[in-house]
Nanobody
Framework: QMQLAESGGGSVQAGGSLRLSCVAS????????MGWFRQTADKKREGVAS???????LYAQPVKGRFTIARDTASNTLYLQMNSLKPEDTAMYYC???????????????WGQGVQVTVSS
């Protein structure tokens, strides 16, 4: 079954950029839809961005125009490029995979352990 491992989190000042990576085990992920979610201390996980097997993408309104989701088949890696970061982007970010398209709904089958992103003003 699928295993996901995130990296690339850290601290950055407002206006800066970070790139998160998620390495998936095997190559079965190529038939899956992938997503990035985030969770703050007082909120449920919310969808950030998703990408299907054909490369089509969906973004949550708060990150549109600032974040970009992409997948690289050769390295079995999912990316989230985060630009123009704001303090409100501070959260634990999770990589996720699902067998069918469910967009930004939080019902994905497989999850990584999460990486912390902290944006200071």
């Amino acid at each position: 079954q699928m295993q996901l491992a995130e990296s690339g989190g850290g601290s950055v000042q407002a206006g800066g950029s970070l790139r998160l990576s998620c390495v998936a085990s095997g190559d079965s992920w190529r038939s899956h839809t992938m997503g990035w979610f985030r969770q703050t201390a007082d909120k449920k996980r919310e969808g950030v961005a998703s990408i299907d097997s054909d490369g089509r993408t969906l973004y949550a309104q708060p990150v549109k125009g600032r974040f970009t989701i992409a997948r690289d088949t050769a390295s079995n890696t999912l990316y989230l490029q985060m630009n123009s970061l704001k303090p409100e982007d501070t959260a634990m970010y999770y990589c996720a995979a699902n067998d069918i398209w469910i967009g930004l709904l939080p019902d994905y089958d497989y999850w990584g352990q999460g990486v912390q992103v902290t944006v200071s003003s």
